[in-house]
């Protein structure tokens, strides 16, 4: 918007001085026509003959006097609209039901109307895990102890030997010690609270199962809870000792120190001492943190379970611990005061404390805890892919556990090649790396729609920043998605400004949950916020915020293209208007001898951008939808047609401007030549003036920018209807009353007087308006209909692949070559992903995904039972079952007959395909 005012402000500025230069050359010459012009002041007739300094005078006002006439090309008005309809706009973001949380009660939130069309301009999306793509709702699943794997079914915790065997029934009164202390640094490693109003108070409770904890880290909140379930109950503070109760005995320890957690160390520890006089080091932390100070323990098996628990998408968390002696411990202590008491360098003093505390650890083992995914997520994510939006996931997670939930979400597929630049120990290690990954996307760039997926550490990040940025990013940009694991905040934010630094400029979205992902949102373009379970900094730092991953959706393909469209089209709208009614102008000066003459009164020039053409715009900014929201939900590849600023740019720029300059054509010279001497508009014979043609000139650029605008509206309402009205309404009453009295205080109203009421007079006149508006918007029409003509085919081509988002079916059909026995009825279920014929599993030999719109029998998707009969006289091999599947849904499944298997997935649009099995 502000380069086009550049331009615009430059145009001015050329004009006046061009002008100004040929009208001193004019003005200079003997025996000028020009300078024989009666209405020219006698100054500028004998110009050339005025000393030099009145030369300078007059050449000064001129040039002035030029700059003022066509000032109104600059459309000032334009900012006040454009803060008004954004501020209505974001009220709007608020307002969308769709995006309203009812399990939360919490609704979207606009923190600022700035970026409502950056919404649309997205083209990296760089997503945190935890809390975003989840619900952060943690629940304990496993744990490894003394080399065995400990699961939790229902209340309940089961033994597995081995990760191949069955699983033995565990209860509480038979608990291993180490499983007890195990539970019990959990119990007291933590910040967590006991919310007191669960249990009517803070006072010790006898009911154990009474307590309900709260805590910033929903991990310790689940971690808590599972002690609790098997009997180390954590009971507050109390005294200044923290209490517990395990398996029935109560027992109290002194917390000394609490070493708190920081992204930089990954880990946390409190030194405590018990009623014996016993002092103990409890850390946890994640296992890069704590396997490197690990003295004693299987590190081996503890690390084979861990990879285990991160297969399955679960977050995993290692436990350790140290016995200090008295004399340690005074150390240890002595330490960490002076760190903690230090007025300078206090953060950098107590790393080093930490540091030297938390050392030669004794491994005890690794918990595992669940955090499923969101509704929608997957849907979410391949829709924004499909919009062409590159989603990055940047987490702190292990890398086993962040590519799990990767392709548990969408991120990942299993038919993209999946990169690795993980644990490179050196730079030039990791430069290597980059240069055999890029010559292998190359190489592998010739197979054609390979996608690549790449999984970034946070360890090799630090190296590839260091020095191979700019190969790094070349290497992101070949790739579809990319997942960083273990990542600081910082270098969540440095990812998001290693692709900003791109020379394409491109912009960038972070959407976050936590404090951890502040940096990450601060450093995007657009800042995004969920307000889950993890505090509200995130969405406190965020430019919008809203509850769920699956509002994104709307958020970006609805809101984001329909604010990005509306403010395209009324900055270009405003600009577009003033050219068509000042260029008039220009030509008239070529008339007017270059005397500065205006056309228009001082009326029309200053309601022109008030009232006459204000309201219509203003309500096309608010309430315009060129498409309904269905299409943009379910078509995202609409929204690639708005990246990169399309409809701001140069070309669409040219395009209004010429017909601007099309319409200001028509205006002038046809109102022009309609009023020849001897063509008399009026009835009575008599000829026209100069405020005669500047009406009519005027009136016909009023109805012809409102009608323009028209033909840029698709929602046509109630509110768009009454601007269009009022607009038109306004005009012509506002226009009749000033020109049938006098207005004394408005000295350009007493040339105006009569003149409109002569123009309503004369048919000739109406039916010039008619004639020159028509004739000004024809090109205008044949854009329209070309264009709705495109947006028609393009919608016939989307019905005819999704079927207008409608049904299709899976038809699934016996070989006619292996004949079989006829059943009555033909059965398949859905077990967990697989499709399983339970009548006559070996009589189906292929199956194909067709788009049919009817099926035979009954089909019921919810209850996952699809049944149905072959039709009278309809041979075996001609009976088919059909599955009823959303166009716009994402299915996979795998089809399994006796000894045969088989799969399908399929996504979005449904295509015919045939697949046999092997």
């Not at 270059?594 to 951008?609: D, E, I, P, V």
């Not at 006098?742 to 350009?748: K, V």
């Not at 006149?765 to 709705?788: E, H, N, Q």
């Not at 849904?889 to 795998?894: C, F, K, L, W, Y």
Request: aromatic content about 12%; some cysteine.
């Amino acid at each position: 918007m502000n380069r086009f005012l550049v331009v615009y402000v430059f145009a001015l500025l050329s004009f006046a001085i061009i002008w100004e230069s040929v009208t001193v050359w004019l003005y200079s010459q003997p025996d000028s026509v020009f300078a024989k012009m009666w209405y020219i002041p006698e100054i500028c007739r004998n110009f050339r003959f005025l000393p030099f300094q009145k030369q300078v005078k007059t050449i000064t006002e001129d040039f002035f006097s030029f700059v003022i006439l066509c000032n109104y090309i600059i459309p000032i008005s334009m900012y006040v609209t454009v803060e008004l309809q954004k501020f209505f706009g974001s009220m709007f973001f608020e307002w969308d039901i769709d995006m309203y949380d009812e399990r939360s009660d919490k609704p979207a939130k606009a923190k600022t109307s700035d970026l409502n069309e950056e919404l649309g301009q997205v083209e990296y999306l760089f997503a945190d895990k935890t809390g975003t793509l989840t619900e952060n709702d943690m629940q304990f699943r496993m744990c490894s102890v003394g080399g065995n794997v400990y699961r939790q079914t229902g209340n309940h915790l089961f033994v597995k030997r081995d990760l191949l065997s069955g699983a033995d029934l565990i209860v509480p009164s038979t608990l291993t010690s180490e499983l007890v202390e195990l539970f019990v640094v959990l119990a007291l490693c933590h910040t967590a609270r006991i919310d007191c109003r669960s249990v009517g108070s803070c006072d010790l409770n006898p009911d154990d199962r009474h307590y309900e904890y709260q805590s910033c880290s929903p991990d310790e909140k689940a971690l808590l809870e599972a002690c609790q379930r098997f009997g180390i109950v954590y009971r507050g503070v109390h005294g200044g000792f923290a209490v517990l109760t395990v398996l029935g005995q109560q027992r109290r320890f002194a917390v000394n120190h609490i070493l708190c957690f920081d992204s930089h160390r990954k880990r946390m520890s409190v030194i405590v001492s018990d009623e014996n006089g016993n002092i103990r080091l409890l850390c946890k932390g994640a296992e890069t943190a704590i396997f490197e100070r690990v003295v004693k323990g299987e590190i081996e098996m503890v690390e084979t379970h861990i990879n285990e628990f991160a297969k399955k998408g679960l977050r995993t968390l290692v436990v350790a611990t140290r016995q200090l002696s008295q004399e340690e411990f005074l150390d240890y202590d002595s330490i960490l005061n002076d760190a903690k008491t230090s007025l300078e360098n206090r953060e950098e003093k107590l790393s080093k404390a930490y540091d030297i505390v938390e050392d030669k650890l004794v491994l005890l083992g690794a918990t595992a805890v669940e955090d499923r995914l969101q509704d929608g997520v997957m849907e979410t994510v391949h829709a924004l892919r499909e919009a062409g939006i590159k989603v990055w996931v940047v987490t702190g997670d292990k890398e086993e556990t962040a590519v799990n939930v990767s392709y548990s979400a969408g991120h990942f597929s299993h038919e993209m090649n999946t990169l690795s630049l993980t644990k490179q120990g050196t730079s030039a290690d990791c430069g290597t790396a980059i240069e055999s990954l890029l010559s292998e996307t190359e190489k592998s760039g010739e197979v054609k729609g390979q996608a690549h997926a790449l999984v970034i550490d946070g360890k090799s990040l630090t190296l590839a920043l260091e020095g191979h940025s700019d190969r790094l990013l070349a290497l992101c940009k070949r790739c579809a998605a990319v997942l960083c694991c273990r990542l600081t905040p910082l270098q969540k934010s440095l990812i998001v400004r290693l692709v900003k630094s791109d020379i394409s400029r491109p912009t960038t979205a972070s959407v976050g949950d936590g404090a951890n992902d502040v940096s990450m949102i601060q450093e995007s373009d657009v800042g995004l916020g969920i307000m889950g379970r993890e505090g509200r900094q995130a969405a406190r730092y965020s430019d919008y915020a809203f509850a769920r991953f699956s509002f994104l959706r709307k958020a970006l393909l609805v809101h984001g293209h329909l604010f990005y469209h509306r403010i395209a089209v009324l900055v270009q709208y405003f600009f577009y208007k003033n050219v068509a009614m000042v260029a008039a102008q220009i030509y008239f000066t070529f008339f007017s001898a270059a005397s500065a003459q205006t056309l228009f009164s001082g009326y029309y020039l200053m309601f022109f951008n008030l009232f006459f053409t204000a309201l219509p715009i203003m309500v096309f900014g608010v309430f315009e939808k060129h498409r309904s929201i269905s299409q943009l939900m379910n078509d995202p590849s609409l929204y690639r047609g708005i990246r990169g600023n399309q409809m701001l740019s140069n070309w669409n720029f040219l395009r209004w401007n010429l017909l601007a300059i099309w319409h200001s054509l028509v205006f002038f010279f046809g109102a022009l030549f309609a009023f020849q001497p001897g063509n008399s508009p009026f009835n009575n014979g008599l000829d026209y003036g100069i405020d005669d043609l500047g009406t009519v000139v005027m009136t016909v650029c009023v109805l012809t920018v409102n009608i323009k605008l028209i033909l840029e509206t698709y929602n046509i309402n109630g509110m768009t209807a009454g601007a269009f009205f009022l607009s038109f309404a306004a005009y012509f009453v506002m226009t009749l009353v000033c020109s049938s009295l006098f207005w004394t205080f408005f000295s350009d109203t007493v040339d105006l007087h009569g003149s409109f009421q002569m123009m309503l007079g004369s048919a000739y006149v109406w039916f010039l308006i008619i004639l020159l508006t028509f004739t000004a918007l024809l090109p205008d029409i044949v854009i329209r209909t070309i264009r709705d003509t495109a947006n028609f085919r393009h919608r016939l081509n989307i019905d005819d692949v999704n079927h207008n988002h409608v049904n299709s079916y899976l038809s699934i059909v016996p070989d006619r070559h292996h004949p079989t026995v006829r059943p009555p009825v033909r059965t398949w279920t859905f077990n967990n992903g697989a499709v399983v014929d339970s009548s006559s599993p070996d009589s189906v030999q292929r199956m194909t995904i067709s788009p049919r719109r009817d099926f035979a029998g009954s089909v019921s998707s919810r209850s996952r039972l699809i049944s149905t009969s072959s039709a009278e006289g309809e041979s075996p091999a001609d009976s088919k079952v059909y599955l009823p599947l959303m166009a716009s849904q994402r299915t996979s499944a795998s089809l399994s007959c006796g000894s045969y298997t088989t799969s399908f997935s399929r996504s979005g649009s449904c295509s015919t395909r045939r697949l046999r099995f092997d």
